[in-house]
């Protein structure tokens, strides 16, 4: 394989290589790398003097899971990636040398891995790590052991309150989706995971492909000696990405309710979902639902004051309507102090819901958060970790950072209709899905 040229890719791919102009918020040079085998690399100065943050994004998560019984491989994968290949077999031990610290996590959508370490060690990383990516070994052995460690994980974060409640709401919440499934998968299926070796191995081959990672390096580092890195370490990896089958969620023809019981000691937490759009960085609708989350239900909003501050009825109350890669759950939950309050809580948020579908939001709330959105962006932008960071979301849903601007330019696009529309075409009946959770035998 060889590397395109950055003059034929600016041909090929107007934004391919390009420093920022005036009219995007995202305030540093970067350039685009893109190889003949599909693999992006996005090049970005930024963050201190002498460091690097190495930032290698697999569009594959618990989403991708489509095929039954095999619930939390991405998430199985993120261990095994430690586990080494035969040119270096011990990963810890080479980045415990360079000093670097490195770390991975997997979502719905997404596994991601990282090193933050001085830009000197810029070409032994890119070995490291490009290696790893195209010639993970591990033995039948090892897959055991770690699949006996995942269990443990998932036994410990199962019986915590909301671990216990975010697994039995997706089950209320998706009937066909992927998304039915938490990120460290059902019980039974983690329990079988001993036995999947075979399959590891062929999860691997069809995901962990060229075509689907992107590698962001944010730093002071000499952008024309990366592009050569990039070409070396990286060119040979074969494609061969096997997008999976994911099923869409129906339409919704009713609410959905239940109560779940806690084995052991909990206040009642009470969750009202819905199902939201994908994210998209120019639909103005999926981005006024963000903003609806934040003015309807974030810490600056009426129902906040009153219910946690004025009332003290709440410990506390979340609105959580950040988007994902498929329509997701816009969330609001709030854990209850009193059991016997639980009703009134409820309908306190209903009402708000329907004040948002009936009214526009104030004003100054809504200039406010759309400010504290762009500028809290931007505030975040102090490392090159945070700035490698804060690209992940475009990518995972896109493929490119070149979505950012476009988000934030439909952001300021975005009108105080817009978000009544959205809670019109989002916070209906149909699309709703409530569960509490209380403690065993109250």
């Not at 498929?326 to 309908?347: H, K, Q, T």
Request: charged share 25%; net charge negative.
């Amino acid at each position: 394989m060889k590397l395109l040229t950055m003059a034929a890719l600016a041909l090929a791919l107007p934004a391919t290589a390009a420093a920022q102009g005036s009219n995007g918020i995202f305030p540093f040079d970067y350039h685009r790398v893109e190889l003949e085998n599909g693999f992006t690399a996005y090049l970005i100065d930024a963050g201190a003097p002498d460091q690097i943050a190495y930032v290698s994004m697999v569009r594959t998560g618990s989403r991708d899971e489509w095929e039954p019984g095999r619930s939390g491989f991405a998430h199985f994968f993120e261990h095994m990636m430690f586990r080494g290949t035969e040119k270096y077999p011990d990963y810890d031990e080479v980045t415990a040398e360079m000093g670097a610290a490195r770390n991975a996590f997997t979502s719905n959508d997404m596994t991601v891995y990282y090193l933050v370490a001085s830009n000197e060690y810029l070409e032994k990383i890119m070995d490291l790590e490009s290696d790893r990516f195209m010639n993970l070994k591990y033995s039948e052995s090892d897959f055991r052991t770690e699949a006996g460690a995942v269990l443990g994980e998932y036994q410990q974060s199962a019986t915590t309150p909301f671990g216990f409640l975010n697994e039995r709401l997706r089950e209320v919440a998706f009937d066909e989706h992927t998304y039915r499934h938490t990120t460290i998968g059902y019980e039974a299926d983690v329990r079988a995971m001993p036995e999947g070796y075979e399959y590891s191995l062929s999860f691997h081959q069809r995901y962990y492909r060229p075509e689907n990672v992107v590698l962001v390096i944010a730093g002071d580092f000499d952008f024309e000696r990366a592009e050569e890195l990039i070409e070396e370490h990286y060119g040979d990896w074969q494609p061969g990405y096997v997008p999976p089958q994911i099923t869409p969620e129906p339409d919704h023809t009713a609410p959905r309710r239940e109560t779940v019981e806690y084995p052991g000691r909990t206040l009642p937490v009470l969750t009202v979902n819905y199902l939201g759009p994908e994210w998209s960085p120019t639909d103005e609708t999926a981005v006024a639902t963000e903003v609806l989350g934040r003015v309807a239900f974030g810490s600056n909003s009426d129902i906040y004051r009153k219910l946690v501050i004025d009332e003290r009825k709440v410990q506390f109350l979340s609105g959580n309507f950040g988007l994902s890669r498929d329509p997701d759950l816009l969330s609001i939950a709030a854990m209850v102090i009193n059991p016997n309050d639980v009703s009134y809580v409820e309908g306190e948020i209903q009402a708000t819901v329907e004040k948002f579908r009936e009214e526009l939001v104030n004003e100054d709330l809504f200039e406010d958060t759309k400010s504290n959105m762009k500028y809290g962006f931007l505030m975040g932008l102090e490392t090159a970790q945070s700035v490698a960071f804060s690209m992940i979301e475009p990518v995972i849903n896109t493929g490119g950072i070149e979505a950012i601007d476009q988000y934030y330019n439909t952001l300021d696009s975005v009108t105080r209709e817009d978000v009544r529309d959205a809670a019109r075409e989002f916070l209906v009946p149909n699309n709703k899905t409530v569960v509490i959770m209380v403690q065993e035998g109250s």
